[in-house]
């Protein structure tokens, strides 16, 4: 099984209890829309495939999972810090009109005093924000998706237009 094949939903981050019960953290947004009746695991740079016996969402990005054949503490130890993989055809379709601050990743933005910046080469997700990664003249500028900041998405053309507060990209010349 390749991993072109598959897209990437997180990493199993601990054990809980003594059965084999493991505990996994999602990096996908759409981690409540996912079927986990399969997960595939990176071992050893190859996919491999756990059937998921019983599961629990939760709602702070983890859930917790039992799989097949793994009924002790020592089993699931081995797969903590393993990557977790769904096949590309579970991946869930989102409405076009759905459109999430991370999907600003590749928009150029264009602020208002500086003009070009770049693209968005990463959005960050935190607890409070969300805050854009931009390659500007060299440097890695961060600056967070507010609403008193942003002035336009234009979907069409791929184009954020921002009022950065002044002194903000100075920072990082």
């Known amino acids: 099984m390749e991993i072109a094949d598959h897209f990437y939903i997180g990493y ?4 809980r209890g003594l059965k084999g019960e493991v505990q996994l953290f999602f990096e996908f947004d759409d981690y409540r829309s996912l079927e986990l009746d ?66 600003l990743k590749g928009f150029v933005v264009i602020d208002k005093a500086h003009g070009t910046l770049g693209e968005i080469i990463e959005v960050h997700q935190y607890p409070q924000q969300y805050v854009a990664a931009v390659m500007h003249q060299g440097n890695e500028v961060l600056f967070p998706l507010t609403d008193e900041w942003i002035l336009t998405i234009d979907r069409e053309n791929n184009t954020l237009k921002v009022d950065l507060p002044e002194g903000l990209i100075d920072i990082y010349s």
Do not use: C, M, W
């Open 12 to 15: 199993i981050s601990k054990t």
């Open 38 to 103: 399969v997960l595939f695991l990176q071992v050893n740079g190859k996919l491999v495939p756990y059937f998921v016996e019983r599961s629990t969402i939760l709602p702070n990005r983890t859930a917790y999972l039992f799989f097949d054949d793994v009924d002790h503490i020592e089993v699931a130890k081995t797969l903590v810090r393993k990557r977790v993989y769904l096949p590309n055809n579970k991946f869930p379709e989102r409405d076009p009109d759905d459109f999430r601050l991370t999907d």
